[in-house]
């Protein structure tokens, strides 16, 4: 090329043309558009096929899109960039790059020590093998027990270990890209095409209830919120290690500031009923305890304008229609589903950032999933409730905004708040509408109501040592007569808010706070408690009771033979066998007794009988008396009968036992059991 272009016009590179050729040599293009001539210089300097045939087709190009007019040089951008299947900026900076150092620049030269790890001589703390030790051990640790971690988590790894442990600064430790070369080699590469997003400016194009499209221009804080959920993807347990499955997570998201403003999860599947919930948790100021270990404060609040979601059937009810109504927002339904991309990728950040790397980790897919996944569950609900809390307030709400590199969604979201102030609600009673799981209960005695086979009462109390005792002045359903409608949040049934019914279109009044009286943990969800009775049931069906069932079964079959028994006897058939029966008792009974059964015969022979087969009729008072006392007439008969044989005597003797003197005359005691040889003798005149 001819040396009289100036400086600013040319590029001089070096271009090691073979292994054999000991010297470089210098070539220079100058910004005139390509000619036949300089793209020979380019070919002959390229020995491989195949990147000659990438090289020629960049500057191919470069010339096409150079030769374009204005109006076409924007598609014809992107028609090369599908061609070169690279975004169109990346063609972009191809025609910045020629326009400054020629045609040249588009040849790629490797290094001579190309593949070897290079560190930089400012890391400190660690040696490069040191630091590349470090991250594969933190990428194969992070990688095990079912958890998954990505580079880009391998990286913040290493960042939160230079900075808090080592306290290092930016430039002392390794970049993102030494992490992602150390990696590449553990980790499949798969290509994926991005979308450059919206732009400038956020649009949301929506419909309403009635079709009708509305464009939204975002503009400030709190305007339009986004919902949407999904089904998390860790294994939870109960307090006693007991599988409870995946969770579902309903997220409320700024769209101007991209902050979580609040969220909802539960093991039931999402429905209205978990959208108002979440729209309640994101509306209200959030507190939260020293268990949350947070070093931020969850500081969004207030009322939204408008919110969108996509178009399921929850977001379309009844229930949402009417808490919008009472609250005062409006409901839209997104037009186009990319548009909800920025609650998706909120839920992307869930599993990539948290999911992944905590214990009983499942996959989003069966692909995914990793090899027992369920043998390394271990968390319990306020452990996994932690510890999204903390994800939000001190990761997501503190990163900084995609769009704008100087600001975290956090101060972006105060920046965009008109008049600095969110707009809050005035009663926090509004919000029970959003409680909208309803029962209606009938108040008992002591103003008792029964949940789910728990009783709740608002005069319940717990003492020093954690009973529940039952306080008559605090109970302000004692005096309440008639049903009552409980609202509960499906995930804490400990306690339960009061309402009266709502009658002839009155709104129903709020009348408090009742909390169940056998319940001694803060929190137990609607689905625990069920889980609960469940395996209690299961574990009582377990024992033996089969004694029981044969109790009743013989009871109902002994009910039924006797009442065929005087059916049958009522209509004249099968007396005699009843009569039988009852002489074959008789039997029994008499020779397991045969001493009572002789003295029997003794004292009910009949009067004017031989000596031999009758005894003399002896009153009950004279077997009662002693030969020294003396018999009442107002108490027995007195009728004189002579006392039979001495073996009689002796066996009343036998019977009645001794009466000792002090015995009173007037008591009587009879006989416990008396044997006679049949029915038949025991008639009036005999006894």
């Known amino acids: ?34 000619v036949p001539q300089e793209r020979l210089i380019i070919e002959s300097l390229l020995e491989d096929l195949e990147d000659r045939a990438k090289i020629m087709q960049r500057v191919q190009a470069v010339e096409d899109i150079s030769q374009a007019s204005e109006h076409q040089r924007t598609e014809k951008i992107k028609l090369w960039a599908d061609r070169l299947e690279v975004h169109p900026r990346t063609v972009t900076r191809l025609l910045e790059r020629v326009e400054q150092e020629g045609l040249a620049s588009l040849v790629r030269f490797t290094r001579t020590d190309a593949g070897d790890k290079r560190g930089s001589k400012q890391w400190q703390g660690k040696s490069i093998a040191e630091w590349t030790d470090f991250i594969l051990t933190t990428y194969k640790r992070g990688n095990k027990s079912g958890r998954r971690m990505n580079r880009s988590q391998t990286f913040n790894q290493v960042k939160a270990h230079a900075i808090i442990e080592l306290g290092l600064s930016e ?210 609900y306020e452990e996994y409730d932690r510890k999204l809390v903390r994800y939000f307030v001190d990761h997501v709400n503190q990163h900084l905004y995609p769009r704008i590199k100087n600001q975290t969604c956090l101060q972006r979201w105060w920046n965009g708040m008109p008049g600095e102030k969110p707009r809050l609600i005035t009663d926090e009673r509004k919000l029970d509408v959003c409680l909208m799981k309803e029962e209606e209960r009938t108040v008992q005695e002591h103003g008792c109501v029964v949940f789910e086979n728990l009783i709740y009462g608002a005069g319940f109390i717990r003492d020093g040592q954690g009973y529940q005792r039952y306080d008559k002045n605090i109970d302000f359903l004692a005096k309440y007569d008639g049903k009552v409608t409980l609202r509960y949040d499906p995930s804490n049934i400990t306690k339960l808010l009061v309402y009266t019914l709502e009658q002839d279109d009155r709104p129903s009044k709020f009348l408090g706070i009742i909390p169940s009286r056998d319940l001694s943990e803060s929190r137990l969800s609607l689905r625990e408690w069920k889980e609960r009775e469940k395996q209690i049931r299961k574990e009582g069906k377990a024992i033996d009771q089969t004694s029981i069932l044969a109790q009743q079964r013989d009871l109902n079959n002994f009910s039924n033979e006797k009442v065929r028994e005087m059916s049958q006897n009522k209509r004249g058939k099968g007396k005699a066998k009843t009569l039988q029966n009852r002489k074959d008792e008789h039997q029994r009974i008499v020779e397991q007794t045969p001493e009572r059964y002789e003295l029997g015969k003794a004292l009910l022979a009949p009067v004017g009988a031989s000596e031999n087969e009758t005894a003399d009729r002896l009153t009950l008072s004279e077997v009662e008396a002693t030969d020294s006392a003396t018999i009442s007439p107002k108490d027995t008969k007195t009728a004189a009968v002579p006392l039979k044989s001495k073996a009689i005597a002796e066996a009343r003797s036998a019977i009645i036992g001794k009466v000792t003197p002090q015995a009173s005359p007037q008591r009587i005691i009879q006989p416990a059991l008396l044997v006679v040889s049949s029915s038949d003798r025991l008639n009036d005149d005999d006894w």
Not at 10 to 20: C, G, K, V, Y
Not at 232 to 257: C, E, F, H, Q, R
Request: hydrophobic share 35%.
């Open 171 to 380: 430039g002392e430790y390794p970049s993102i890209g030494f992490v992602y070369g150390v990696l590449n080699p553990l980790v499949e590469q798969k290509k994926e095409k991005r979308n450059p997003g919206q732009g400038p400016g956020i649009v949301i194009k929506t419909i309403d209830k009635d079709k009708q499209p509305e464009d939204i221009v975002v503009e400030r804080s709190n305007q339009v919120w986004q919902i949407d959920h999904t089904k998390l993807d860790n294994l939870l347990v109960d307090a006693d290690d007991k599988m409870l499955g995946s969770v579902w997570i309903t997220s409320v998201i700024d769209s101007y500031s991209s902050c979580i403003m609040g969220y909802y999860i539960s093991f039931m599947a999402a429905g209205s009923h978990e959208v108002a919930l979440a729209l309640r948790h994101a509306i209200l100021p959030k507190h939260y305890g020293a268990e949350y270990e947070l070093q931020k404060e969850w500081e969004v609040c207030g009322l939204p304008e408008y919110i969108v979601t996509d178009r399921a059937k929850e977001f379309k009810s009844g229930h949402l229609r009417r808490v919008a109504m009472e609250l005062g927002f409006k409901l839209r339904l997104r037009l186009h589903k990319e548009q909800g991309g920025i609650v998706e990728s909120s839920f992307c950040g869930i599993k990539n950032e948290v999911s992944s790397l905590l214990p009983g980790y499942k996959g989003g897919s069966i692909k995914e999933r990793p090899a027992n996944a369920e043998k390394y569950a271990c968390m319990i």
């Open 1 to 34: 090329m001819p040396s009289s272009h100036t400086p600013e016009t040319q590029a001089t590179f070096t271009i090691e043309q073979n292994s054999i050729e000991q010297h470089s040599e210098e070539i220079k293009i100058s910004l005139s558009p390509a």
